[in-house]
Nanobody
Framework: QVQLVESGVGLVQAGGSLRLSCAASGRTFSRDAMGWFRQAPGKEREFVAVINWNGDRTYYADSVKGRLTISRDNARNTVYLQMNSLKPEDTAVYYC?????????????????????WGQGTQVTVSS
């Protein structure tokens, strides 16, 4: 079994920065991709960013490109989301995910149904 524990919840002003972390435990594999999704009130869960198993390939949603950065530390089984220049539109519950099934292509990684395990979700609120 795989468990994902997130941290880094907070309230931040527009233009500020925040870093989210997600630590994996249990049955994990070095070649597993890890990703971040988010869900705003009344909206569907939305793809944010993903990183492949060795950290040399990433995809980002257009809405966060250039502002958010995903990274991972395999020695700590942890994935990070560094969020800079935050906007009120970034307000959402953020979820990390792992165990991608299939090829590492945008169409696959951007679908929530492609992932097997999810973190508990953390609230990020960006005020204007």
């Amino acid at each position: 079994q795989v468990q994902l524990v997130e941290s880094g919840v907070g309230l931040v002003q527009a233009g500020g920065s925040l870093r989210l972390s997600c630590a994996a435990s249990g049955r994990t594999f070095s070649r597993d991709a890890m990703g971040w999704f988010r869900q705003a009130p009344g909206k569907e869960r939305e793809f944010v960013a993903v990183i492949n198993w060795n950290g040399d390939r990433t995809y980002y949603a257009d809405s966060v490109k250039g502002r958010l950065t995903i990274s991972r530390d395999n020695a700590r089984n942890t994935v990070y989301l560094q969020m800079n220049s935050l906007k009120p539109e970034d307000t959402a519950v953020y979820y990390c995910a792992t165990d991608l099934r299939g090829p590492f292509i945008r169409a696959r990684v951007s679908s929530s149904s492609s992932w097997s395990y999810w973190g508990q979700g953390t609230q990020v609120t960006v005020s204007s």
